[in-house]
Every structure is written in structure tokens, then in C-alpha cells.
């Protein structure tokens, strides 16, 4: 589905794809992770339910702390939107709050999400597109570390990382984030785009498995 706020593309997209493009958030800071969080909670409620998400880059990013959320909440009485993720090629994973991300130095987050800059509003999108809120910390940005958060998302996930991606640290670093006796990895030569020819023929394969589970333990 597409995201809410329309963007500029990022680098090398507008030769391939002609716009619209979108984005999923407006800036960066836990107000606007919150925001993207409540347009998917819509989604999920009013259209599904759906058996799994699959995301790229910032959308990756996003269904990853959409679980992450879910996963921290009160897990007795809250059923995890999906049964199964699919990541490819996942960007920095943006907290809603500071309960339960770590805070994030601006440079780190700028240099992690430079992709995004334009319609971000961090510095270097123009001070016309800066997108201003009334909340404290608005200039704060939160990120889940594996290191400090306790909870993992439980799901079956597929990671899928570009070796030579720029992001790779964070899809990486996602990986920490997901209950390793559930996650799935398949490496490929790609950069930061999706696999081709026998990468993503591995990636099939290891979904229709995934897929295959899932349905027999439902």
C-alpha cells in the first residue's frame, strides 16, 4: 500500500519509476513514527486481517517497529498484527517513544536516513519543508537498539540483505532485534534495491517455506 506523504524520490529512482513517490513519514521524531504506527493500525483494522507484511528500506523499517511495539505491549492480551515479515534491505528502525527506543545523536540519525532527507525535515531539507509540531522533543529521535530493549518480534521474519547496500549495518542490526530461532536470512550482492536472478529465487523459496509453516501452525 502506499504511504502518506508524498516525497521527492530518492537518488536514481525518477530514471526507473515516474512519480508520485510517498513516503511514510513526515519527519523522524516519535510524534511522527507515532503517526505512521496509527495510519497502519487503521489499515490492519479496517482491511485486514492479513497473514504477513513484507516492507523495503523505510517501509522495513517501519513494519519492524510496528512489531516492536506490539511485541512490548502487554503480549497476554495483544495478538501480533501478522503472522509472518519480510524485510528487505531495512533503513534505521524508528522508535515511537523514548520508553522504549534509545535516543538517537541528530548526525547519526541524519547520515542513517540521508535517503529520506527531503522530506524529513532533519537539516538539509530546506527549512520549506520542515514539517513543525507542537510537541517537546520534536528534534529528538529515538531508535531500538538490540542492546538495551529486552523484547524480540516472535514471528517467523525473512531478512533481506544487500551486501553491498550502504543500510546493511541496520538490516543487520534488525536481525538482533527478531527471536533468532524464527529468522531467516538471505544474502545477496544487491545494493539498496531488491535482489534479482538467483538471490531472489532463494528468497521465494525460503518464503513459500516460511509460508508453509505458518499455515500449519495456525
Not at 537498539?145 to 543500510?167: A, E, F, W
Request: hydrophobic share 40%; net charge negative.
Amino acid at each position: 500500500m502506499d504511504a502518506e506523504n508524498e516525497s521527492e524520490s530518492a537518488p536514481g529512482i525518477a530514471e526507473f519509476h515516474p512519480p508520485p513517490y510517498f513516503a511514510w513519514h513526515a519527519a523522524f521524531s516519535p510524534f511522527d513514527v507515532k503517526a505512521a504506527h496509527g495510519f497502519l493500525t487503521t489499515v490492519v483494522e479496517e482491511d485486514g486481517p492479513y497473514d504477513g507484511v513484507i516492507g523495503f528500506s523505510e517501509g522495513a523499517a517501519l513494519a519492524a517497529s510496528f512489531l516492536l511495539s506490539h511485541q512490548a505491549s502487554d503480549e497476554s492480551v495483544l495478538r501480533l498484527p501478522f503472522k509472518l515479515a519480510v524485510f528487505f534491505n531495512a533503513v534505521l528502525v524508528l522508535s515511537p517513544s523514548d520508553e522504549l527506543g534509545s535516543k538517537i545523536p541528530e548526525d547519526e540519525a541524519y547520515n542513517a536516513l540521508s535517503m529520506f532527507v527531503k522530506q524529513s525535515g532533519m537539516p538539509g531539507g530546506g527549512d520549506e519543508e520542515r514539517v513543525q509540531h507542537n510537541s517537546p522533543g520534536a528534534d529528538v529521535y529515538y531508535g531500538f537498539n538490540p542492546d538495551t530493549i529486552k523484547h524480540r518480534i516472535s514471528i517467523p521474519t525473512l531478512h533481506v540483505v544487500g551486501s553491498n547496500d550502504q543500510y546493511a549495518p541496520y538490516s543487520r542490526s534488525l536481525l538482533k532485534l527478531c527471536d533468532p530461532t524464527n529468522a531467516n536470512v538471505v544474502t545477496s550482492h544487491a545494493a539498496h534495491e531488491l535482489p534479482r536472478a538467483d538471490a531472489l529465487d532463494a528468497v521465494a523459496h525460503r518464503l513459500d517455506i516460511m509460508i508453509l509453516t505458518a499455515s500449519l501452525e495456525s
